[in-house]
């Protein structure tokens, strides 16, 4: 559910600089986003660089070297960033070929669209027990196919819920996220017209040398914001990985909570470390995000 | 120091931070006083207990038959929440981090390694559970009511229930199921890719089972944690877990997560054996539509572990006195009677039935001696205690570590 | 070359059909998936249909006092989320937008920030605050909670209205003789109206299908449905599990759907 509507905002360079009145306050939009936004991540990384340091918590000294030659948290943090990666780029692929498939004014590509975002506002917890029940190697598609005769058992389904490379969680990501790119992509499409195009078209270019030269990386340019948000809302999410993944190795949020709820004191310590280094990735994603926006 | 530094954080991040009040009347306070001053005490007031809540049977045996008994009677609200085990620990630990005087929970369902975390780091209130009046009915010459995991309870807990772990199988599937571990040991082999447990208490309790069986019995880990033992032990479960594991489902690369997680792939055909700390639910979850009608309850006769399951009161329980009406009411032979009921939960009574009036052991005889359940004294003369709450966190851990 | 388009556009005719009702099937086979596992009681393979049709989930979501409980929850964090979230968020974009660049980065680097930090780490501080404050395990310790992603997106929404917003407008109105009363209620707040129902949806929906907040800062005493979602699901209760999660999917599309209605309704108006 992440930026909804304000996904066509990140991107639009707004010319509008001389309307601004002169005597615009500095403090009061400091202090707002001070109070209001600043507070709360200062508390929560914060409490997560204490506990890193041993201040709160009863972390042993030393979490962060232990935790940095845990092989089990790089292969967690490996699963993580490869759910979000595959994740996402599956889901970008997904939008960008229906936005240009289904972006023009046809009857068939308004019902398409309308079919392709319906998936949008469903929250993560519902995908991910729908996709369980589908999914699954006793699930609905495999008694499909089984009535249809195209298996024999369960067994025969390939193993896509709880699996080493978690395709359960990854397909349940691009259903939840290729939404949101996709109204990305439409939106961009809308605002850049078809000039650029159309001058490539009349200069000899090939449908496909324009798609590849013009379409393409204005539409990835403008989309690289929503991209990173995607990207790191995969990373962070806890709720799809728990109900779908694997249990070897865990997601990072699955490892964080694991840690954090094991009886044994110096575990417990621990997951203040790996939570920092959690935070830290998205932190540096944040970054990113505002370095490719434009219109700042 | 750190106190000042975790104060400091917090004054500048809340505005209404760092107030504190006074503290409320501990169970341990409580419990000198004559029953009917708690009594007194607790009528108008309300009880939060943090419990496990997954099973809709047990909610509803909590919120629609115990909480209007015990306002009726004793004019105590009773408000179930979630929460258990490791959760519970991490919850109560937060709540004495944060130095706040009250906590939220009145009281707390646990056993085991939870009662063992919670008293090492003195998270519970008491001792006031052998003040109850109900509770000289309970059966207190079974060991596996009188000790939790081995521990005394020492008055910081109260026993409600008893437990033991079955395998459950598909009569309609597996005619015949292997009835002892080796006999399972060469079916699992014959079937790969149909056997699993899960990875969390009742597969735990599984492998602890295993691991006796393996060792000479149970009374090889009587008496306290042993390394030693300990070592010898988890070498030989993880040689045979090890041979097993070419032939376990998905080759022993995952495990479900939960219980419900082996249910669900038993009931769909993808593995043909489940199990359950309840040796009754075969029976309880066929009613609710979780398990196929055909499924039965299979005792292995190398023996299965048994377990009680207990109420305590937190440290910083603001209702102490309504907890333990409670958990009196808990112990009362109506409650026993209509919580071992299957179609309300089949959990075990923690009462010496003998010793109750003629009229309340019928009742339970015949709640005991419904067909579908295991027979009472198959469950008997198979059950092995717990033993020390160590060997459990122990063999988790390496589990986790070693095996997955 | 009228020739040749039509040789080309069979094909593409053809492609466009079987990605539409791949694109369908993929859209629609997890909601249908809940929809009937709602309906199904001991429903398992190899059946490829439930044999009966069992409404008991659906009557129970409001007869049983737990389920009740937990939607009453959601719905009540949910709203309140949304308009505090909607109330602070405003000023602060627009505050924000009228500023100079430096300060809309950082406005914006903060919101980001509040929505990008991975609930389960940024719980953990929260965790320990609320508990501080004794709003532990309480509903309002948890609108504390959800309302810290929440802050971030709607900033994130003002920031951009904001951004574009022609302040001409208001300057126009001004010297036409608007006081500041008016300016706001004839000029601002109509031009406002879709932005508003955008971050109202936003705001619910935020909080909605929050879980790992909920999960850490409610410490298992506030229970939404979420969470319930996820209970039902690990004591292998599919049925109740589908019903909780369509009961989550239903007023999302309705909320959405509203504000796209609201939005339309806005956009005829300007036009």
């Known amino acids: 559910m992440r930026l909804l509507h304000s996904a066509p905002v990140n991107f639009i360079r707004v010319n509008s600089a001389t309307s601004r009145p002169a005597h615009a306050s500095r403090a009061v939009p400091l202090v707002l986003a001070g109070t209001l936004l600043g507070v709360p991540i200062a508390v929560g990384v914060g409490y997560l660089v204490a506990g890193t340091l041993g201040i709160v918590g009863n972390a042993a000294p030393g979490g962060m070297q232990r935790v940095l030659a845990d092989g089990a948290v790089l292969r967690s943090a490996l699963l993580s960033l490869w759910i979000a990666t595959a994740g996402t780029a599956i889901a970008l692929c997904g939008a960008l070929l229906i936005a240009l498939h289904f972006g023009d004014q046809a009857r068939e590509s308004r019902i398409a ?12 917890v519902a995908a991910a027990v729908a996709m369980l029940l589908l999914l699954s190697q006793g699930g609905w598609l495999s008694r499909i196919a089984m009535h249809l005769h195209l298996l024999a058992g369960p067994a025969e389904f390939p193993a896509l819920i709880q699996d080493p490379w978690a395709i359960g969680v990854i397909v349940a990501v691009v259903w939840k996220e290729l939404p949101f790119l996709l109204l990305v992509a439409l939106s961009l499409q809308s605002l850049r017209g078809t000039a650029l195009s ?31 948000a995607v990207f790191v809302f995969v990373l ?43 935070t830290v990735l998205a932190l540096g994603a944040a970054v990113a995000h505002e370095w490719l926006r434009d219109d700042a | 120091m750190r106190r000042a530094v975790v104060g400091a954080l917090l004054c500048s991040a809340t505005v209404a931070g760092c107030a504190r009040e006074a503290p409320p009347v501990t169970a341990a306070q409580m419990a000198v006083l004559p029953w009917d001053s708690v009594l007194a005490r607790a009528r108008g007031s309300t009880v939060i207990w943090r419990m496990w809540r997954g099973d809709p049977a047990v909610n509803a045996f909590i919120d629609a038959w115990v909480a209007p008994r015990l306002l ?10 979630s929460g258990q085990g490791n959760e519970l620990v991490d919850q109560l630990s937060v709540e004495k981090e944060s130095g706040a005087a009250t906590g939220a929970a009145s009281l707390v369902w646990i056993n085991g390694e939870t009662f063992a975390a919670l008293r090492s780091r003195q998270l519970l209130g008491g001792p006031w559970s052998q003040v109850l009046p109900a509770g000289a009915f309970v059966d207190s010459a079974s060991p596996i009511i009188s000790r939790d995991f081995e521990q005394d309870p020492a008055g910081y807990e109260s026993p409600w229930g008893t437990v033991q772990l079955a395998l459950i199988h598909d009569s309609a599937r597996t005619p015949q199921p292997p009835r002892t571990l080796a006999e399972l040991t060469a079916w699992i082999r014959v079937h790969p890719g149909r056997f699993t447990y899960d990875q969390s208490f009742a597969g735990m309790t599984f492998l602890k089972g295993a691991m006796y069986a393996l060792n000479g019995g149970a009374e090889t880990f009587r008496g306290g944690f042993d390394s030693t033992k300990y070592l010898a032990a988890r070498t030989r479960l993880f040689t045979w877990l090890d041979s097993l594991k070419p032939f376990l ?20 055909g993808e593995i043909d054996f489940t ?88 009742k339970f005889d015949s709640v005991v001696n419904d067909p ?32 997955r | 070359m009228a020739a040749g388009r039509r040789v080309n556009a069979r094909p593409l005719r053809i492609g466009r059909g079987i990605m539409l009702v791949s694109l369908t099937m993929f859209a629609m086979a997890p909601l249908l998936m809940l929809i009937v596992t709602s309906l199904a009681r001991g429903w398992f393979h190899p059946q490829v249909l439930p044999s009966t049709v069992d409404v008991s989930g659906w009557s129970e979501l409001l007869t049983d006092t737990s389920r009740r ?9 949910g709203v309140a989320t949304a308009c505090i979230a909607t109330v602070l968020a405003l000023p602060l974009g627009r505050a924000a937008a009228l500023s100079t660049r430096g300060v809309r980065r950082i406005v914006a680097l903060l919101a980001f920030a509040a929505v990008a930090l991975p609930p389960v780490a940024l719980g953990i501080g929260l965790q320990l605050t609320v508990l501080t404050m004794g709003l532990g395990g309480s509903l309002r310790g948890v609108l504390l909670a959800h309302l810290v992603p929440a802050l971030g997106y709607l900033t994130l929404v003002f920031l951009g209205v904001f951004t574009q917003w022609d302040a001409r407008l208001e300057e126009a109105a001004a010297t036409l003789g608007a006081t500041g009363r008016e300016r706001w209620t004839r000029v601002m707040l109509p031009l406002l109206r879709r932005p508003i129902a955008d971050a109202l949806a936003l705001g619910f929906l935020v909080s909605w299908a929050q879980v790992a907040l909920t999960l850490l800062v409610g410490g298992g005493a506030v229970r939404t449905l979420p969470l319930d979602v996820l209970a039902m699901l690990q004591s292998g209760q599919d049925q109740r599990a589908a019903v909780g999660a369509l009961a989550l999917t239903i007023p999302a599309l309705v909320v959405l759907g509203a504000a796209r209605v609201a939005a339309r309704r806005t956009t005829a108006v300007i036009a």
């Open chain 2, 249 to 268: 489902w998905r080759k022993g690369a995952q495990y479900p997560v939960d219980v419900a997680a082996l249910h669900r792939l038993f009931a769909n």
């Open chain 2, 72 to 81: 009726a009677q004793y004019g105590v609200t009773l408000q179930a929440v």
């Open chain 2, 372 to 403: 579908r359940l295991v027979p009472a004294d198959t469950l008997r003369r198979y059950a092995r205690p717990e033993v020390s709450p160590r060997y459990h966190e122990r063999l988790q851990n390496d589990w986790r570590r070693m095996m």
């Open chain 3, 69 to 77: 409980t937990a939607l009453l929850n959601s719905l009540v964090l």
């Open chain 1, 198 to 228: 159309d001058a490539a078209r009349t200069l000899g270019a090939t449908r496909l040398q324009v798609l590849r030269t013009v379409t393409l990386p204005l539409l990835l340019r403008g989309m690289s914001p929503s991209i990173i």
């Open chain 1, 113 to 124: 669209r309308r079919i392709a975002a319906l998936p949008l506002p469903v929250p993560t």
């Open chain 1, 236 to 278: 962070g999410s806890l709720e799809l990985p728990l109900v779908l993944g694997p249990s070897a190795p865990l997601a990072l949020p699955m490892l964080i909570q694991e840690r954090r709820q094991a009886l044994d004191m110096a575990s417990h310590g621990e997951a203040y470390v790996i939570a920092l280094l959690a």
């Open chain 2, 275 to 362: 199990m359950s700390n309840n040796q009754n639910e075969a029976v309880t979850k066929a009613l609710q539509g979780i398990l196929p009608r055909t499924s039965r309850a299979l005792v292995l006769r190398d023996g299965t572990i048994a377990n009680a399951h207990f109420v305590g009161i937190p440290f910083n329980a603001p209702n102490a006195a309504g907890a333990m009406v409670v958990a009196n009411f808990l112990l009362s032979a109506e409650a026993q009677l209509e919580k071992q009921r299957p179609a309300v939960w089949a959990d075990g009574t923690v009462l010496n039935v003998a010793r109750l009036p003629a009229a309340w052991r019928t």
